[in-house]
T-cell receptor, first 117, second 112 residues
Framework: DGGITQSPKYLFRKEGQNVTLSCEQN?????MYWYRQDPGQGLRLIYY???????QKGDIAEGYSVSREKKESFPLTVTSAQKNPTAFYLC????????????????FGEGSWLTVV | AQSVSQHNHHVILSEAASLELGCNYS??????LFWYVQYPGQHLQLLLK??????LVKGIKGFEAEFIKSKFSFNLRKPSVQWSDTAEYFC??????????FGAGTQVVVTP
């Protein structure tokens, strides 16, 4: 079945360490997104990519990095520069442009819980 | 900068009351608009979406939303809520450049 797979589901990290969260999709979607979800703040956009080898900063990109070497993969690295990394991270994908048809659907992964200890 | 605003952070109402949640965005150009719901302990679920055509969109579970282009708004409504509508509701906007942003969410509590 088509969908988005995020891994790991739970991750603990020591302060000062970088950690990479995986996001893979087999939906053949061009666009992929990373969000973090914190209570009372909704989903905040970290990075997004509309096409392979291209990505843009979202609203809270500081302390994060991404790559888009393959269409199906969009890994997120939480670096030691991220001051408050403990959060729930959500990956999503969709078609890249606004669609006049009804086919534009956003798919979400199941999320990754990152805890810094 | 583009943004999505949800007016209420918390809403408490009784069963059978009507619900309206506000959503405004500050995007120019063509947008796609969405409302998502997140029930306690569950993942995001799409309620409805607008791309073009009739500005009144009907979704699942009796929800509807109206796109008012002149007001940059996409408010969510339900005529009569149930206890099972207790959840967090998110408005989302996707611009023509591909950026997909969510509002901060509105926590809705429906009391029996």
């Amino acid at each position: 079945d088509g969908g988005i797979t995020q891994s790991p589901k739970y991750l603990f990290r020591k302060e000062g360490q970088n950690v990479t969260l995986s996001c893979e999709q087999n939906l053949n979607h061009d666009a992929m997104y990373w969000y973090r979800q914190d209570p009372g703040q909704g989903l905040r956009l970290i990075y997004y990519s509309q096409i392979v080898n291209d990505f843009q900063k979202g609203d809270i990109a500081e302390g994060y990095s991404v790559s888009r070497e393959k269409k199906e993969s969009f890994p997120l690295t939480v670096t030691s520069a991220q001051k408050n990394p403990t959060a729930f991270y959500l990956c999503a994908s969709s078609t890249p442009e606004p669609e006049r048809r009804s086919g534009n659907t956003i798919y979400f992964g199941e999320g990754s819980w990152l805890t810094v200890v | 900068a583009q943004s999505v605003s949800q007016h209420n952070h918390h809403v408490i109402l009784s069963e059978a009351a009507s619900l309206e949640l506000g959503c405004n965005y500050s995007y120019g150009g063509t947008v796609n608009l969405f409302w998502y719901v997140q029930y306690p302990g569950q993942h995001l679920q799409l309620l409805l979406k607008y791309f073009s055509g009739d500005p009144l969109v009907k979704g699942i579970k009796g929800f509807e939303a109206e796109f008012i282009k002149s007001k940059f708004s996409f408010n969510l409504r339900k005529p009569s809520v149930q206890w099972s509508d207790t959840a967090e509701y998110f408005c989302a906007v996707k611009g023509s450049w591909g950026k997909l942003q969510f509002g901060a969410g509105t926590q809705v509590v429906v009391t029996p």
